[in-house]
């Protein structure tokens, strides 16, 4: 098995399923949550967007530090800026995995808040988290729009959806 090749394989994979799901985003509904402490649609959406373009990121440093670099979600409102958002870092993404060497795992990456380690984990690991962030928060997405009654696309198979229930 070719690691590299199955990294590509598998955040082309993420990309379509993501890509079905940003079809049906609700523009009305950019501030809707369903908790208080629950982010809205439109930062929700825009976070599993932006992850695609993790793997850049993580293979050209060893760190991200908020405290060096607070975070600031681009002002995204609708579902064609999402789409777009989406192109941009998939491709980021994806060129970087195709320019990668099995050395290029070599070495940690962490994420940290100061002085604070948040996580430490090899090159490879680090990028597994992405992968799992991709899928962990567009199924929080699927839930938003159970909620709302909107059509959720199938991931890993066939939504109730798409089967007609």
Not at 24 to 30: A, F, M
Not at 56 to 68: N, Q
Not at 86 to 91: C, F, I, N, P, T
Request: proline fraction near 5%.
């Amino acid at each position: 098995m070719n690691l590299i090749e199955e990294l590509q394989k598998d955040l082309k994979e993420e990309y379509e399923t993501t890509k079905k799901f940003l079809e049906h985003y609700p523009e009305d509904k950019n501030d809707w949550k369903p908790h208080p402490k629950s982010m809205s649609f439109k930062v929700l959406t825009t976070h599993v967007v932006e992850i695609f373009g993790w793997p850049d990121f993580m293979m050209k440093t060893d760190y991200l530090d908020f405290a060096e670099t607070p975070y600031s979600q681009p002002e995204i409102k609708t579902r064609k800026e999402l789409q777009e958002k989406l192109d941009e870092d998939y491709a980021k993404g994806a060129a970087t995995l195709m320019n990668l060497k099995p050395e290029d795992f070599d070495g940690r990456w962490q994420l940290r808040n100061g002085d604070f380690v948040i996580a430490d984990w090899s090159k490879y690991e680090a990028l597994m988290q992405a992968f799992k962030q991709i899928t962990h928060h567009r199924a929080q997405l699927g839930i938003y729009y159970r909620l709302n009654d909107i059509f959720v696309p199938g991931s890993y198979g066939p939504s109730a959806d798409e089967m007609g229930g």
